[in-house]
């Protein structure tokens, strides 16, 4: 049973569109959410939450947790060719400190 | 945030055989973890790695197909035993930020395993 699930699961748009990806959770002891873009091998780190409600902002990305409803969503505003990539949500448990993955989002954006 | 390497980025091994990972970070740091990633599909941990304590295995993964080492805080590697084509994937290894809290885990390159 999947604790992480993010959705779309794939993503076609434009150069200059906006897209909203999101990522629910189901896991006990949160500790935080993750963000990361796979382009090749490496996740890079894009953003970590901790709180509900606070809007953390890199650029054209942005992401907002809600621990009520358990989700987050990652906003790419007036997207590039280079925004394609896989984007990973990894939610965090504590005590163990294991980091849950998502199936990804994969993002292409065109010309 | 830790710089981390990962050797070899690649490599093409025939089934049967043994590789080894290695995995170094330019500062000391108290966890590491190891990862798969087959084909298409999302990150899963096969282990934890702690300095100084034998390694801390998923569901799913033993000591024996997977064997890991972590001889310092900067320092670690894991061996894919007795390898077969479903062990092709990426392999990497990544660690905490170390700054107390909740913490952010950092990345290696990764490596490409493919089993023929």
């Known amino acids: 049973e999947d604790k992480v699930v993010q959705s779309p699961l794939s993503l076609v748009v434009h150069e200059g569109d906006t897209v909203t990806l999101n990522c629910s959770y189901e896991?006990?002891?949160?500790?935080?959410l993750l963000w990361y873009k796979q382009e090749k091998k490496a996740p890079t780190f894009l953003f970590m939450l901790?709180?509900?409600?606070i809007e953390k902002k890199s650029g054209r990305l942005s992401s907002i947790l809600d621990k009520k409803e358990l989700f987050s969503i990652l906003n790419i505003t007036a997207t590039q060719t280079g925004d394609s990539a896989v984007y990973l949500c990894?939610?965090?448990?504590?005590?163990?400190?294991?980091?849950?993955f998502g199936k990804g989002t994969k993002l292409t954006v065109n010309p | 945030s830790a710089v981390i390497s990962q050797k070899p980025s690649r490599d093409i091994c025939q089934r049967g055989t043994s590789l080894t990972i290695q995995c170094q970070v330019d500062?000391?740091?108290?966890?590491m973890f190891w990862y798969r990633q087959q084909p298409g599909q999302s990150l899963t941990l096969i282990a934890t790695a702690n300095q100084g304590s034998e390694a801390t295995y998923e569901s799913g993964f033993v000591i024996d197909k997977f064997p890991i080492s972590r001889p310092n805080l900067t320092f670690s590697t894991l061996t894919v035993s007795n390898m077969s084509p479903e062990d092709s994937s990426i392999y990497l290894c990544s660690v905490d930020s170390g700054q107390g809290g909740p913490d952010t885990q950092y990345f290696g390159p990764g490596t490409r395993l493919t089993v023929l």
């Open positions: 896991v006990t002891n949160f500790r935080s």
């Open positions: 901790t709180s509900s409600g």
């Open positions: 990894a939610v965090l448990e504590g005590g163990s400190e294991k980091l849950v």
């Open positions: 500062s000391q740091v108290t966890m």
